[in-house]
C-alpha cells in the first residue's frame, strides 16, 4: 500500500525546449489535421508566431527526466502494476516552438478503492514560461494491487 504521507510531495523539476520536429510528430501521432500544427506559413496566416503545441503535447513534460518514473519506485509502486487514470490540462497561454518550458508536479493525492486493491495517485503540476503560467496539468495514476482480504 501507498503511504499516504506522500501527499505534498514535490517531484523535481523538469524543463523542455519545444522543438518543431517535435511538435510535428505528436501533431502526426495524435491525429491533427490543422495545418498550423505542422506548416509555419498557415500557423502564421492563423495568427501564431510559430507552429502552435497541440492540445495534450505538454503530458511529454513528465518524461524530460532521467528517470521519469523514479517518483514511483520511491512511493514503492512497481511499473508492472500501473495504469493511466486519466489527465486534464488548463491552458493559461498557448505553447509555441522555442519556447523553454519548466514543469513543476506535486502529489496532491494518494486514495483506494475496492478495499485497497487499487490505489490511485494524484499529481499536479505546473507549467511556466519564463516564470509565467502556462497551464495547469492534473494526472492520476492508478495501481493495482493484489487482491486484500475483504
Known amino acids: 500500500m501507498i503511504d499516504p504521507a506522500a501527499i505534498g510531495t ?6 523542455m525546449l519545444v522543438e518543431r520536429g517535435r511538435l510535428r510528430l505528436f501533431a502526426e501521432a495524435t491525429g491533427q489535421r490543422d495545418p498550423i500544427y505542422f506548416d509555419i506559413a498557415a500557423a502564421a496566416a492563423a495568427g501564431h508566431p510559430d507552429l ?45 516552438a522555442d519556447d523553454y518550458l519548466t514543469a513543476r508536479s506535486r502529489i496532491s493525492d494518494i486514495y483506494a478503492k475496492k478495499n485497497g486493491t487499487l490505489q490511485f495517485i494524484v499529481r499536479h503540476t505546473a507549467v511556466t514560461r519564463n516564470d509565467e503560467p502556462v497551464a495547469d496539468l492534473r494526472d492520476v495514476v492508478v495501481v493495482r494491487n493484489e487482491e486484500t482480504p475483504r
Open 10 to 15: 514535490e517531484l523535481p523539476p523538469s524543463t
Open 52 to 96: 502552435p503545441a497541440p492540445p495534450t503535447f505538454l503530458c511529454a513534460l513528465h518524461h524530460e527526466r532521467a528517470e521519469p518514473f523514479d517518483w514511483l519506485n520511491e512511493l514503492g509502486v512497481a511499473l508492472d502494476r500501473v495504469l493511466h487514470g486519466e489527465q486534464e490540462f488548463t491552458y493559461h497561454q498557448l505553447v509555441y
